[in-house]
């Protein structure tokens, strides 16, 4: 399979995974949902009535709510019965973390299909390309780490100890943008709504949730991916890709001084793919989308590759047809008419 095949491909999987996850249960019903959200770990927002899987980072922030918070303050309590189930519970999700790693991010997650959706409407109609100033990608790249130190793992164990209110035992759910994006789309408008009679938390997560989400949908139009650069499940992916079967590689090449496309071509403004060869290229910051592989112009310089098997390598032709479509940073070109 070549790189243009794999840009085609792409869409498709990412309308088939959007469709899926947002109204599968309709299709299968719920207790084929259920099985299915055992299955594949998505970031499909539990709070949807009508989805075919839940957010993986549920089961986690419950997980160190319900047992391990607890579990501090009862000492006396924790028996088999409570490290049995945490034990299957984080280990089954680390499995499946660890065989899609970054393909979820690029290929499966609909809040990241939504945000490619919205970027190709806003330079459809020419607003102005924007990226995060190269000063500003460090700082900007450190706040995922953040929010996951923070929401998944330090206010869900404190909640559980008591310290903080029990509307704590989730944070990063009562705030994350997909939360609105999935129950949009099967036209529930409840998760807008600000819970007047709701505690002080309640509400401030709700105002929270809206801002994200409103301006998440405002930049994705100039910006590519905003809301990917923040996301926890990014720097979860990124704690376990070394160990990942599916990676990025990069053959070192000169021509890479005088070129630099690849870097263009990245919705997550990697300049490390462009600049790094070897294991160093497979940024933390890759969602794996093999947007560098189409717009690499050397054969074989970059693959995606299924532990040693070479998946997808970049060649010229991939890339003479990929340039004619659209520019490295997505503005579409006109398509040339038949005798001219």
Not at 50 to 58: I, K, M
Not at 64 to 78: F, P, T
Not at 120 to 144: E, N, T
Not at 173 to 180: D, E, F, L, N, T
Request: hydrophobic content about 50%; aromatic content about 10%; glycine content about 8%.
């Amino acid at each position: 399979m070549n790189a243009l095949t794999l840009m085609r491909l792409r869409p498709w999987v990412q309308a088939f995974s959007l469709i899926v996850l947002v109204y599968g249960a309709g299709a299968v019903g719920h207790y084929s949902a259920d099985k299915l959200s055992g299955a594949l770990p998505a970031l499909s927002c539990a709070y949807d009535q009508e989805n075919a899987a839940y957010c993986v980072l549920v089961p986690l922030q419950h997980q160190l709510h319900h047992r391990v918070g607890e579990g501090l303050v009862k000492l006396h309590g924790i028996t088999m019965t409570l490290f049995l189930p945490l034990m299957f519970t984080v280990l089954s999700f680390l499995a499946f973390f660890v065989v899609l790693n970054k393909a979820f991010c690029g290929w499966i997650c609909p809040l990241g299909t939504v945000q490619e959706a919205l970027h190709r409407i806003g330079q459809r109609f020419d607003l102005a390309f924007r990226r995060v100033p190269p000063a500003w990608r460090p700082r900007v790249s450190s706040i995922k780490w953040i929010v996951l130190v923070l929401a998944i793992f330090a206010l869900p164990l404190i909640s559980g100890m008591g310290v903080l209110p029990h509307s704590f035992r989730d944070p990063w759910c009562q705030v994350c943008p997909s939360r609105i994006v999935t129950t949009l789309a099967t036209g529930d408008v409840n998760q807008l709504a600000l819970p007047l009679a709701g505690t002080w938390s309640e509400i401030i997560f709700v105002v929270l949730r809206d801002l994200g989400f409103g301006f998440g949908a405002v930049f994705a139009l100039s910006f590519r991916q905003p809301f990917c650069r923040v996301c926890p499940m990014l720097a979860l992916h990124a704690m376990l890709r070394r160990f990942a079967p599916l990676r990025l590689v990069k053959r070192a090449s000169a021509r890479c001084d005088r070129c630099g496309l690849c870097a263009k071509a990245c919705p997550m403004d990697i300049t490390a793919i462009h600049t790094a060869s070897g294991a160093t290229a497979f940024d933390a910051d890759c969602t794996l989308c093999g947007r560098c592989i189409a717009f690499c112009p050397e054969d074989g310089t970059l693959s995606l590759r299924l532990g040693p098997l070479p998946l997808v390598k970049s060649s010229a032709a991939a890339f003479n047809a990929m340039t004619r479509r659209e520019s490295p940073e997505g503005k579409p070109k006109p398509v040339a008419k038949a005798g001219r």
